[in-house]
Nanobody, 128 residues
Framework: QLQLVESGGGLVQPGGSLRLSCAASGFTLDYYTIGWFRQAPGKEREGVSCISSSGGRTNYADSVKGRFTISRDNAKNTVYLQMNSLKPEDTAIYYC?????????????????????WGQGTQVTVSS
């Protein structure tokens, strides 16, 4: 079965950290750019971060710059999102999406791009 599975979400206090994982099964992520997205209740899905297939290019939403770090381990077929200094406004369901590309430095951070695969999401709640 070809799928992406997110994990690592949970409840954390403001200022805390979480590391989300996006693992692929049934296919290799080597030729895919990966984006992280989030959707809070009553809000549209928004791009958080992305990483190119080569890992050489990353991008971040202004709201998370300096706090979140995206990385990938192709040997483990997994992409990570390290989230530090979490704020209540980071509360949302976080999704990853894989978009196949032959362009090594392509980085997709818009939820409207026709990505090949989406994960089911993992809940992140930042609250005291």
């Amino acid at each position: 079965q070809l799928q992406l599975v997110e994990s690592g979400g949970g409840l954390v206090q403001p200022g805390g950290s979480l590391r989300l994982s996006c693992a692929a099964s049934g296919f290799t992520l080597d030729y895919y750019t990966i984006g992280w997205f989030r959707q809070a209740p009553g809000k549209e899905r928004e791009g958080v971060s992305c990483i190119s297939s080569s890992g050489g290019r990353t991008n971040y939403a202004d709201s998370v710059k300096g706090r979140f770090t995206i990385s990938r381990d192709n040997a483990k077929n997994t992409v990570y999102l390290q989230m530090n200094s979490l704020k209540p406004e980071d509360t949302a369901i976080y999704y990853c999406a894989a978009s196949r590309t032959s362009v090594q430095h392509m980085c997709v951070m818009t939820p409207y791009y026709p990505s090949n695969y989406w994960g089911q999401g993992t809940q992140v709640t930042v609250s005291s």
